[in-house]
């Protein structure tokens, strides 16, 4: 249908026009609220075990452990898959927020001005001619179409800022496993360094009870590559220490450096567990359950947006425009028109019912994956409980048996000093006390990182601090000379 509307005032018409496209907008919308989504299973009712220590919104801050809260605070701004994860989402918000200007009616605005000259026996004349036009157009979203895909952006946007939250929880837990790996690393040092201390004083006995003849040459000898395998454990200890800092350096968004090799980092005790809230709370806080999350709702809308394809599309345009000769006479004399239109799908070969069931197996992917997240943080957590509780007794049998091996070793050396036995037996004693050392430290490091993966498999995000992409693209982009 279309009509021509002349000589009236263009700015009624426009207002009228306007206001009819609202009218239409308002009785065209619909609800399409996100609906909630559960799992393909029944949760359980509780995790195995149920800690009492509250843990902080920042987990962290649980080890009481301030140089790693620096270390983690400075990367959490620096790190640039953060970065680069922050520049997702605003791509986000902007096709939200590009989806959600379908739902709005549109108005351009069009004016030009044409200068002419004009000669008549030899006298010049000039005039101008003036237009111009002004539109809006606005599609009635009858059946949902637009909104359900605008709610669909919105929706990965949501997903978007998840995957920020997710990839700092990742990032901090790396950073805290790699800081008590370089913990470890130093320790094993200062052990290792004291075990060649005591070797070679062990080697200085040996030696004069070789020079008095009361023992052979072997003993010397084995005594010697003990010292050298130590040495030899110390320099790999020492590459470690070095790769860790690189790793460090690297999260924290700066060039590879030994920036922590004078500091003094201790591995630290444990408090008791925190506290495990039963697991549909848990899984409601975790960032990457909650990206899943969204992005099955996101899959329902695009759903229910290619459904609403299928049916007839209304779509109305009112324009006005005039020209003239005179400025002052061109908002005086317009045409304007106001056209309705309607678009329906005749015989489209089955495009748009396919694209039905691609949207519809894309949720039902989305779901499945969905399902399987939450499966994941469940045992994610119900892992770290388990190997923590272990991992403990694990310790306290190196520790009793770094007791007993003591006991061995000393003994076995005083009736080695005695003569009563050969050093075969103090050796063997020697090599067994000193690899439970190093073994225990490891015990005690890992018993740690299993904590970490609690923390991480029970935490939910924090307030993050949002970069400022323009000011960062000029420090890095410059009028200089290319590399």
Known sequence: MRRLISTISWPRLFVASVYVCIMMMING??????????????????????????????????????????????AIVNNFSIRS???????????????????????????????????????????????ASATV??????????????????????AAQQNIDAAAMTLTAAIAKIWYQLAESKEQERVISQQIETNEKILEVIKVQFRQAQVGAADVFSQEQLIQSGRSQLIQVRETMELLQHQLSILM?????LWWSDT??????????????????????????????????????????AIADQYPAISISASAQSSTDRINDLFDDWLGNLATNIAAPLFDAGLRKAEVERTRAVLSERLNNYSQTVLTALQETEDAVSQE?????????????LSLANNVYQRTYEYYLKGRLDYLRVLTALISMQGLEQREL??????????????????GGWPLQRPDTSELISQSLTDGKEQ
């Open 29 to 74: 919308c619909h609800s399409s609220k996100p609906r909630a989504v559960q799992p393909l299973f029944e949760m359980p009712a509780a995790f195995s075990v149920e800690g009492m220590e509250p843990m902080p919104e920042k987990w962290w801050h649980s080890f009481d452990d301030p140089q790693l809260n620096a270390v983690i605070d400075e």
């Open 85 to 131: 994860a922050w520049d997702r989402l605003t791509q986000a918000e902007q096709t939200a927020i590009r989806s959600g200007a379908a739902r709005l009616p549109s108005a351009s605005f069009l004016g030009s001005w044409d200068r002419n000259r004009s000669e008549t026996d030899e006298i010049a004349t000039y005039f101008t001619d003036y237009f």
């Open 253 to 257: 968004g700066k060039p590879p450096g």
């Open 137 to 158: 157009s606005y599609e009635v979203d009858l059946w949902g179409r637009v909104k359900s895909a605008h709610q669909a952006a919105i929706l990965d946007a949501q």
């Open 264 to 305: 003094a980092i201790d591995l630290i005790s444990l408090g008791q567990l925190p506290q495990i809230d039963v697991p549909a709370a848990v899984i409601q806080r975790r960032p990457d359950v909650l990206s899943a999350y969204r992005t099955v709702q996101a899959a329902d809308q695009r759903v229910a947006s």
């Open 442 to 459: 490891t015990a005690r490091r890992v018993l740690i990182e299993r904590r970490i993966d609690l923390c991480r498999s029970i935490a």
């Open 389 to 401: 509780a272990h991992q403990r007794m694990l310790i306290e049998s190196l520790q009793q048996q």
